[in-house]
C-alpha cells in the first residue's frame, strides 16, 4: 500500500540540460506558470469571444445539411428572394459575465484581457476607513476572548486609528494572533500589549530577542526619537502610532506614522516636512555624537530619492528662503539668497554622495534628475535645506528629544495614545532660522 502511494521517482538531469530545457520552453511556451501562463490567457480570450456563439451541434448540423444540398445540385439555393437554405442558428440569449479579481497592478495585466469588450470595466476596491475599522473589530472581538479595557469607546477608536491601511483580513488576524499570544502566556484572554504587539508582528516582523549594548541602547533611541520629534512638528497631518527600539528583522528600532485623513495628493510644504522627519534621524545622531551610525543609510536613500521625485516629476523646488531685510555685508538680498542655496546645495551633494547604490537609482525618472546638473543641483537644494532645518531643529529641542528617547529605552516600545501624549508634552517648537548666521550652518 505504502509502495503505491509513494511518489514516483524522479529523473534527475544534469544542471546544463535542465538550463537548455528552460530556455527552450521559455522560447515556445513564454509566460508564467513554467511557461504555460500564456496558453492559459490565449485559451480565456477564445472562450471569452466564443461564448456567444450558438451550440455547436446547432451549428454543425446546419452546415452539413446545407453541404450536401450544394453537392447534389438538384435544389437551388435561392428562388427570387426565397433562400433555400437551412439559417445560421442564433446567437445564444444568455446574458454572461465575466468578473475576476486580481492583487495584481493593472498595467502589468496583459492589455488583451483588459480592453472594452473583455474584462474592460475596472473596479477599486480601498481599504476600510476608520469608521469600517471600528465595525470590523466589533465583529471579530466579539468572537474572541479579550480583555474589558479594550471595550471601552476611546480603547476602541484608537485601535481604529492606529490600523489604518489594513484590510479585513489582516483584522482577523490580529484578533487570532493576539489570542495566541495571551495563551502562550497562560492567560485565557488577551489585552491591549498582546494586541498591539500582534500588529506589530505582521508589519514588521518578529521581535529578535535581544540585548543590546547600553550605549547601543541609547544611540538607537536617540535615532527614533528624531524620526517621531521631527515628524510631530513638520507633519502635523500625520499621527505617530508606534515607537519602538526592539529589534524586528534588520531594524534595530523603527518609527512609524499614518495619515490623519486620507488623502491621495501632497502639498511641496508637506514634501520637504516628510524629509525633515526622514532626516531627523541623522540629525539627532549629529547632534548628540558629532557623527553618524550606519543605521541613516536607508534614510538617506528614501531621501535622495524623495527630493529627486519632487524634481523630476512634481515640479517642486526647495522652499524660499525669507530674509526680511537681513542679508550679508555689501550684498542685495538676491545675492545673499543666492549664496544660501548654494550652501544647501553643498550640504545635499555631501549627503547624496554618501548614498549606497541602489537600482532604485537607475530607474526614471530619478536617473533621469541625478543626471541632469541642473536637476541635481535643485534635488540637492531641497535635501540641504531639509537636513539643515532638522539639525537645527533637534539642537533647539534637544532636552525633549532626550526625554523621548529615554522614554522609549525604558518601555522598548510605545504605541498609540500614549505615544501621542509623551510627543504632546515635550512642547516642540519650530527654530526661528536666520541663515545669514554661520553658527547655525551643519558642519558636514
Same mark, same amino acid.
Given at each position: 500500500m505504502f509502495e503505491q502511494r509513494a511518489p514516483e521517482?524522479?529523473?534527475?538531469?544534469?544542471?546544463?540540460? $535542465?538550463?537548455?530545457?528552460?530556455?527552450?520552453?521559455?522560447?515556445?511556451?513564454?509566460?508564467?506558470?513554467g511557461g504555460q501562463g500564456q496558453l492559459a490567457l490565449n485559451q480565456l480570450l477564445v472562450t471569452m469571444d466564443g461564448i456567444d456563439n450558438p451550440p455547436f451541434t446547432k451549428r454543425f448540423l446546419r452546415n452539413r445539411i446545407n453541404s450536401l444540398l450544394d453537392a447534389i445540385y438538384i435544389v437551388p439555393r435561392r428562388i427570387g428572394?426565397?433562400?433555400?437554405?437551412?439559417?445560421?442558428?442564433?446567437?445564444?440569449?444568455? $446574458?454572461?459575465?465575466?468578473?475576476?479579481?486580481?492583487?495584481?497592478?493593472?498595467?502589468?495585466?496583459?492589455?488583451?484581457?483588459?480592453?472594452?469588450?473583455?474584462?474592460?470595466?475596472?473596479?477599486?476596491? &480601498?481599504?476600510?476607513?476608520?469608521?469600517?475599522?471600528?465595525?470590523?473589530?466589533?465583529?471579530?472581538?466579539?468572537?474572541?476572548?479579550? *480583555?474589558?479595557?479594550?471595550?471601552?469607546?476611546?480603547?476602541?477608536?484608537?485601535? @481604529?486609528?492606529?490600523?489604518?491601511?489594513?484590510?479585513? /483580513?489582516?483584522?482577523?488576524?490580529?484578533?487570532?494572533? /493576539?489570542?495566541?499570544?495571551?495563551?502562550?502566556?497562560?492567560?485565557?484572554?488577551?489585552?491591549?500589549?498582546?494586541? %498591539?504587539?500582534?500588529?506589530? %508582528?505582521?508589519?514588521?516582523?518578529?521581535?529578535? *530577542?535581544? $540585548?543590546?549594548?547600553?550605549?547601543?541602547?541609547? @544611540?538607537?533611541?536617540?535615532?527614533?526619537?528624531?524620526?517621531? @520629534? /521631527?515628524?510631530? %512638528?513638520?507633519?502635523?497631518?500625520?499621527?505617530?502610532?508606534?515607537?519602538?527600539?526592539?529589534?524586528?528583522?534588520?531594524?534595530?528600532?523603527?518609527? $512609524?506614522?499614518?495619515?490623519?485623513?486620507? &488623502?491621495?495628493?501632497?502639498?511641496?510644504?508637506? /514634501?520637504m516636512g516628510n524629509l525633515i522627519h526622514i532626516l531627523g534621524a541623522m540629525a539627532a545622531e549629529r547632534v548628540f555624537y558629532d557623527q553618524n551610525t550606519n543605521g541613516v543609510g536607508g534614510d538617506l536613500q528614501s531621501a535622495t530619492q524623495d527630493a529627486a521625485w519632487m524634481v523630476g516629476t512634481s515640479g517642486m523646488g526647495p522652499q524660499p528662503v525669507e530674509l526680511n531685510g537681513v542679508k550679508f555685508a555689501d550684498e542685495s538680498e538676491e545675492q545673499t539668497r543666492e549664496r544660501i542655496m548654494k550652501r544647501f546645495e553643498k550640504i545635499g551633494l555631501t549627503l547624496m554622495n554618501r548614498t549606497r547604490g541602489s537600482a532604485d537609482f537607475h530607474a526614471d525618472p530619478i536617473a533621469a534628475v541625478l543626471q541632469d546638473p541642473y536637476k541635481r543641483a535643485s534635488a540637492a537644494q531641497i535635501l540641504g535645506q531639509a537636513y539643515a532645518t532638522a539639525e537645527n531643529f533637534i539642537a533647539a529641542n534637544r532636552d525633549a528629544v532626550e526625554r523621548i528617547a529615554q522614554e522609549v529605552i525604558d518601555k522598548k516600545e510605545l504605541y498609540g495614545d500614549e505615544l501621542v501624549t509623551l510627543l504632546n508634552q515635550q512642547n516642540l517648537k519650530k527654530p526661528e532660522l536666520d541663515w545669514t548666521r554661520d553658527e547655525i550652518w551643519p558642519r558636514m
Open positions: 521517482r524522479q529523473t534527475v538531469y544534469p544542471a546544463w540540460m $535542465q538550463k537548455v530545457g528552460n530556455i527552450v520552453n521559455q522560447g515556445i511556451f513564454p509566460g508564467m506558470m428572394r426565397v433562400s433555400l437554405r437551412l439559417r445560421p442558428p442564433r446567437p445564444r440569449g444568455d $446574458q454572461i459575465y465575466f468578473i475576476g479579481a486580481t492583487n495584481v497592478p493593472m498595467d502589468v495585466l496583459d492589455p488583451a484581457l483588459t480592453r472594452p469588450g473583455r474584462m474592460g470595466r475596472h473596479v477599486w476596491f &480601498r481599504t476600510p476607513t476608520k469608521e469600517d475599522r471600528k465595525d470590523i473589530f466589533d465583529l471579530y472581538l466579539d468572537k474572541v476572548r479579550h *480583555s474589558e479595557e479594550l471595550d471601552t469607546p476611546a480603547r476602541r477608536d484608537e485601535i @481604529a486609528r492606529i490600523t489604518n491601511g489594513y484590510s479585513p /483580513a489582516m483584522i482577523e488576524q490580529i484578533c487570532s494572533m /493576539a489570542l495566541t499570544n495571551a495563551h502562550h502566556e497562560g492567560k485565557a484572554e488577551f489585552e491591549w500589549a498582546h494586541l %498591539v504587539d500582534a500588529m506589530t %508582528v505582521i508589519e514588521s516582523g518578529t521581535a529578535i *530577542s535581544i $540585548q543590546y549594548v547600553e550605549h547601543e541602547t541609547r @544611540a538607537t533611541a536617540i535615532h527614533e526619537a528624531g524620526h517621531a @520629534a /521631527a515628524a510631530h %512638528v513638520y507633519r502635523p497631518d500625520l499621527e505617530s502610532s508606534r515607537l519602538s527600539i526592539r529589534m524586528r528583522g534588520r531594524s534595530l528600532g523603527h518609527h $512609524q506614522s499614518f495619515q490623519r485623513e486620507e &488623502r491621495f495628493s501632497e502639498w511641496q510644504s508637506e /514634501a
